[in-house]
Each structure stands twice: as structure tokens, then as C-alpha cells.
């Protein structure tokens, strides 16, 4: 049985575990128990590194705890943690064991595992945020990064005609699967791939990711995005602002609106 590295933050601030969930995320950690004043990040022993973990706390100068643990059920850990999601009266993401949320314009019905974007992070709930504002009607949609699927799930259920959703890890995709399936979805193509398509354009492009990726394929993006498309970005921190507008307005992309929630960042653009 393989072991897992537990490293504990105590005492930190909403604003400091979300960063923490975005930056560990990206160095490998497979899971997050998170409360008011503490974050748990999980790692399999193997892929654990002292230095990475040093870095990224000094950054924040904040102190943690390591524990050695045997294998976890993360399954049972993620559905125990898992609460409904509750984007204004817009859109509510709950897990299949919930009860049914009422006065919502839409609701999503996810298997709650480990992969990102199930709503409760910033990035997301702008993203959805940001959708209510868009016309996805008989409109082809990107979804860049699509973790469970709810962006893609979204966008179908706002009357998009067809969508792509790739993601680069394969858990993402099995899990983005389950979803689309449970929300009884016939719209969406899920494909495993980190690299933007060049096969087809778009009249919506969703990339909710990170800003280095974001950097490295936005000129990718706007190749693919369609004239008059929109282009919605998040996985950005606020501080990241001036990096992607520079980037965004050398390649002729609009600055359309931008919105913050606990220090992140969602930017819409349009060509």
C-alpha cells in the first residue's frame, strides 16, 4: 500500500488557503481538506518535495506540519467534505446524494472526486458568474482545462450547440464523464489532450487555468476564437491582471469586464 504525504497549515486566512489549494494543486497534490482557519494538502510519498513545499510557503510566510499516512479512500474523503455550491439564483452544483435545490435557474448534479473545479473555488464561481452574461445560444464552445466538467455542463445547459472540453489529466476526464453523463448531456465531447485544437474556431473559448498556461496558449486561443467570439479567462490572481492584459491586448483582444472574488480574478475578453 502506498503512502501519502499530509501537509497541515493552521491559523491561515480564506485568502492564503485558496492560494495554497491553486499553487499545490499545480505541484501534485491530489487532494485538500479544507476549514475556516486550516487547509490538510495530500501527496503521494513518492512525488513529495521538500524544497517546492519550502518555496511556496516562504511566498506566503506561513509554517506547516508534515505527517506520513497510508493510502486514503479519496472518494470518501472528497463526498465527506463535499457542500452545494450556490452561485446566486443562478446556478447550484450539488453531489448526487443531496437533496434537489429549489428557485434555481440551473442545476448541476456532479459525482464529487478530486478533480478541480466543482464550483466552491473562486475561479469557478466567477466563471459561472461571468455565463450568465453571455449568449451561448447554438454557439461552439472550448472549454480549455475542464476538470469536472460543470463549465462544459453549463454551457450546454445554456443552450450552446456543440462543445469540447480537453483536459491533461486522465482523471479529470473519467470524472468529467460521469458528470456529463448524470446531467444527461448529448452536446459535449470530452477528449484528452493539453494542447489547444487547431481543427476547429470557436464562438466561445472558457480557459479557467492558470496563468502560465493561460500565457503560453492565449495566442493559441485567439486563433482558434471566432470574429465578435469571447474569450473567458480565470485561474488568475488579482496581481496577474497587468500580465494577461498586456498579453490579451498585443494580440487585439477587448478588454470586455473583469471581476475579483478572494483575490482572484476572472477577465472577459472579445476580437
Known amino acids: 500500500m502506498s503512502k501519502y504525504i499530509q501537509i497541515e497549515f493552521q491559523n491561515i486566512s480564506?485568502?492564503?488557503?485558496?492560494?495554497l489549494i491553486a499553487d499545490l494543486a499545480e505541484s501534485g497534490f491530489e487532494g485538500f481538506e479544507e476549514e475556516e482557519t486550516f487547509l490538510k494538502a495530500f501527496i503521494p510519498e513518492n512525488l513529495f518535495d521538500e524544497n517546492l513545499i519550502s518555496k511556496i510557503t516562504t511566498q506566503?510566510?506561513?509554517?506547516?506540519?508534515?505527517?506520513?499516512i497510508e493510502e486514503i479512500n479519496w472518494n470518501e474523503v472528497w463526498e465527506s467534505n463535499f457542500q452545494p455550491v450556490i452561485v446566486d439564483d443562478f446556478v447550484?452544483?450539488?453531489?448526487?446524494?443531496?437533496?434537489?435545490?429549489?428557485?434555481m435557474q440551473f442545476e448541476i448534479v456532479i459525482t464529487p472526486k478530486m478533480s478541480f473545479g466543482t464550483g466552491h473555488h473562486a475561479t469557478t464561481y466567477m466563471m459561472?458568474?461571468?455565463?450568465?452574461?453571455?449568449?451561448?445560444?447554438?454557439?461552439?464552445?472550448?472549454?480549455?482545462?475542464?476538470?469536472?466538467g460543470v463549465l462544459a455542463i453549463l454551457a450546454e445547459k445554456l443552450g450552446a450547440r456543440e462543445i469540447l472540453g480537453t483536459d491533461n489529466d486522465e482523471w479529470?476526464?473519467?470524472?468529467?464523464?460521469?458528470?456529463?453523463?448524470?446531467?444527461?448531456?448529448?452536446?459535449?465531447?470530452?477528449?484528452?489532450?493539453?494542447?489547444?485544437?487547431?481543427?476547429?474556431k470557436f464562438d466561445i473559448i472558457l480557459a479557467n487555468?492558470?496563468?502560465?498556461?493561460?500565457?503560453?496558449?492565449?495566442?493559441?486561443?485567439?486563433?482558434?476564437?471566432?470574429?465578435?467570439?469571447?474569450?473567458?479567462?480565470?485561474?488568475?490572481?488579482?496581481?496577474?491582471?497587468?500580465?494577461?492584459?498586456?498579453?490579451?491586448?498585443?494580440?487585439?483582444?477587448?478588454?470586455?469586464?473583469?471581476?475579483?472574488?478572494?483575490?482572484?480574478?476572472?477577465?472577459?475578453?472579445?476580437?
Open 128 to 148: 459561472m458568474q461571468q455565463m450568465r452574461d453571455i449568449d451561448f445560444n447554438d454557439k461552439s464552445v472550448f472549454d480549455f482545462g475542464t476538470g469536472t
Open 92 to 103: 447550484a452544483i450539488r453531489a448526487h446524494f443531496h437533496e434537489p435545490i429549489q428557485s
Open 172 to 200: 479529470s476526464i473519467t470524472n468529467a464523464t460521469e458528470n456529463t453523463q448524470r446531467n444527461n448531456c448529448s452536446k459535449i465531447e470530452l477528449k484528452l489532450s493539453s494542447v489547444v485544437p487547431e481543427e476547429n
Open 60 to 68: 506566503q510566510n506561513i509554517s506547516y506540519d508534515k505527517t506520513v
Open 209 to 271: 487555468i492558470n496563468k502560465n498556461v493561460i500565457l503560453a496558449n492565449v495566442h493559441l486561443l485567439k486563433k482558434q476564437l471566432k470574429q465578435n467570439g469571447v474569450l473567458l479567462l480565470s485561474g488568475l490572481l488579482i496581481e496577474d491582471k497587468s500580465d494577461i492584459l498586456s498579453a490579451t491586448d498585443k494580440l487585439d483582444l477587448k478588454l470586455i469586464n473583469s471581476i475579483e472574488r478572494n483575490n482572484w480574478l476572472s477577465i472577459r475578453l472579445s476580437n
Open 14 to 19: 480564506k485568502e492564503q488557503s485558496e492560494i
